[in-house]
């Protein structure tokens, strides 16, 4: 059972565009991470939200929790080649220790 | 530099060998996971360890062995793997305080099972 389902899995666009990323659950999450992850890589932490409705905006991307604390959405604005990557949503179910719960990832292709 | 350092990068071994992967982590945290990446599949976690003490292990087969002997150190020994275990193995590190606290990832063990 897949508890965090990402839309859309891929994304192509062209510099310049701006995009949005979904991360929805029928769960609720004590809190909800956003990483990226590069070729070769391992993800690594863009921001989280814990507070339902926060928004927290980091240079050209502006992440969203949902009130209920059941989603989250990821925008960035004029998407630029250096924005390709994974970006994967985590949600954290709460606890004394992280358990996190990943999506499977939205592949992000941003062309010059 | 992420402060989780994981070793052998790549690793191609056959069913009946033994191996073993290891992580280290530079950031004084309490806790570690072991994940597998798997294409077009999200995230699994396999393992947590927090104060050296194991308190997951999310229905992995026995032929996955983890070892936690410090707060600095993680292994997953391996034996007697199958070809669907070839995947990427993450190793993540973090603080236990209250939950919510970020995972610090290496950049992963690429293993091929022939």
């Known amino acids: 059972t897949q508890l965090l389902e990402q839309s859309p899995q891929f994304l192509s666009i062209q510099e310049g565009e701006n995009l949005t990323v979904y991360c929805n659950s029928s769960?609720?999450?004590?809190?909800l991470q956003w990483y990226r992850q590069e070729p070769g890589e391992g993800p690594v932490l863009l921001v989280t939200?814990?507070?339902?409705?926060e928004v927290k905006k980091l240079k050209r991307l502006t992440f969203q929790f949902g009130d209920a604390r059941k989603d989250s959405s990821l925008h960035i604005t004029a998407a630029q080649p250096g924005d390709t990557g994974l970006y994967l949503c985590?949600?954290?179910?709460?606890?004394?220790?992280?358990?996190?719960?990943f999506g499977s990832g939205t592949k992000l292709n941003v062309k010059p | 530099e992420t402060g989780v350092t994981q070793t052998p990068r790549h690793l191609v071994m056959g069913m009946t060998n033994k191996k073993s992967l290891k992580c280290e982590q530079h950031?004084?945290?309490?806790?570690m996971y072991w994940y597998k990446q798997s294409a077009k599949k999200p995230l699994e976690l396999m393992f947590v360890?927090?104060?050296?003490?194991?308190?997951e292990n999310n229905s992995v087969p026995s032929r996955f062995s983890p070892e936690c002997p410090n707060s600095s150190h993680l292994f997953l020994h391996l034996h007697t793997l199958q070809p669907e275990d070839s995947a990427l193995y993450l190793c993540?590190?973090?603080?236990?305080?209250?939950?919510?606290?970020?995972?610090?990832f290496g950049d992963g063990t690429r293993l091929s099972i022939l």
């Open positions: 993540a590190s973090s603080q236990i305080r209250g939950g919510n606290q970020p995972q610090h």
């Open positions: 769960s609720v999450f004590s809190s």
């Open positions: 939200v814990v507070t339902g409705g």
């Open positions: 985590a949600g954290a179910p709460g606890g004394n220790f992280n358990k996190f719960y």
């Open positions: 950031l004084g945290h309490n806790a």
């Open positions: 360890y927090s104060l050296e003490e194991r308190v």
